[in-house]
């Protein structure tokens, strides 16, 4: 940490202090989520598919969302009647927050109004239930070893950036997690271990390491890891550090400004618990000209972003939320 309490670029196990390329050999599992609420189909779902993707499961469309908001997934097997959000609400809701991934839409009606909506909304393809297992197979190998034109597949560039934070204070973590999904694609996570799993399913552009400890844990890795202090973090080098990384693979990422900066280290200190007010004066500008600033950079109200960091930091953790079908590395919940 160089004793500065600042930011430091760290590659990994290296002496220099230059951002090291981005990428690094491995096999990654295709990641297949499907999505039902019948979980006798999901079981089957599992059993079918585990041995050659690694699958995760969501009980209803807005359970499937949240991991698609938080995830990299290759396939997505959306059952069309859900209760609550349907099929179709998914596709709708995943085209208006930009996440591009390959949906095949299953029914157990054989609409062809309904396969033609869904095939507009951006699903890739449409299964009418039952459906053999060779069918099922053929359509998923299909999508994670060749896409669709403009979907991300396994080993290809995501359409967006993506950071791991990894440790430190569980409201700066949840501050700057929520800061950065403006940019990009973000898990957050409270351990190396926990690092570990999101990294053996995707490779992310940036890793911010909330302190030294997770730093060196994960010193192997080849690609930029920002290190900073959560106690006293220098906001403002580590978010132009994490832009600057991003833009590595990725063109026309924003950079945040200023007093950004200020922002969202008050709101992390402060785990969500603040005013307006007192986030305008620790930025040293008024409430009306921070507002401003603020929905220009974040397309979000300030009110908003302490409502997501405050709904962030009481996310139970990964492994308290995780449930384990016997005999399967699937969730059935949601995933980091």
């Known amino acids: 940490m160089n004793g500065s309490h600042g930011v430091s670029n760290i590659p990994p196990c290296a002496r220099t202090r ?3 390329i981005v990428g690094r050999p491995m096999t990654i599992r295709p990641v297949v989520l499907a999505v039902d609420d019948d979980p006798r189909v999901l079981g089957v779902y599992q ?5 050659r993707y690694e699958v995760l499961t969501a009980p209803d469309g807005r359970a499937a969302l949240d991991v698609l908001q938080h995830r990299t997934v290759d396939v997505v097997l959306l059952d069309m009647m859900m209760p609550g959000l349907n099929g179709l609400g998914v596709l709708d809701a995943l085209r208006r927050l930009g996440i591009e991934t390959n949906v095949v839409m299953v029914s157990a009606v054989n609409d062809s109004e309904t396969a033609l909506e869904a095939l507009r909304l951006g699903a890739c393809d449409y299964l009418t239930k039952p459906f053999g297992l060779s069918e099922l197979e053929r359509v998923v190998r299909r999508l994670t070893e060749h896409g669709v034109a403009g979907a ?3 080993g290809r560039s995501r359409a967006l950036p993506h950071a791991l934070i990894v440790g430190g204070d569980p409201g700066f973590r949840a501050s700057l997690a929520v800061a950065l999904r ?28 909330g302190d030294d400890a997770a730093a060196s844990a994960l010193c192997a890795e080849t690609m930029p890891i920002v290190v900073t202090d959560a106690r006293r973090p220098d906001l403002q080098a580590l978010l132009s550090a994490v832009v600057e990384a991003f833009g ?8 945040f400004a200023a007093p950004l900066a200020a922002v969202i280290a008050h709101v992390g200190r402060h785990c969500g618990c603040t005013t307006v007010e007192a986030i305008a004066e620790a930025a040293g500008l008024s409430p009306g ?5 603020f929905t220009e950079q974040m397309e979000m109200t ?19 939320m995780f449930r384990r079908h016997a005999d399967s590395t699937a969730v059935s919940h949601r995933a980091q």
């Open 248 to 255: 590595i693979r990725h063109k026309d990422v924003r950079p």
């Open 152 to 154: 991300p597949t396994a």
């Open 182 to 209: 403006t940019r990009g694609r973000v898990d957050a996570v409270e351990s190396a271990l926990a690092a570990r799993g999101v990294l053996a399913r995707t490779l992310p552009d940036v890793i911010v390491a």
């Open 18 to 20: 230059s951002l090291a």
């Open 47 to 51: 059993a079918i598919l585990e041995t």
């Open 302 to 320: 300030l009110r908003e972003y302490v409502t997501h960091v405050q709904s962030e930091a009481a996310r139970p953790e990964p492994a308290k």
């Open 289 to 293: 000209a921070l507002a401003r600033v």
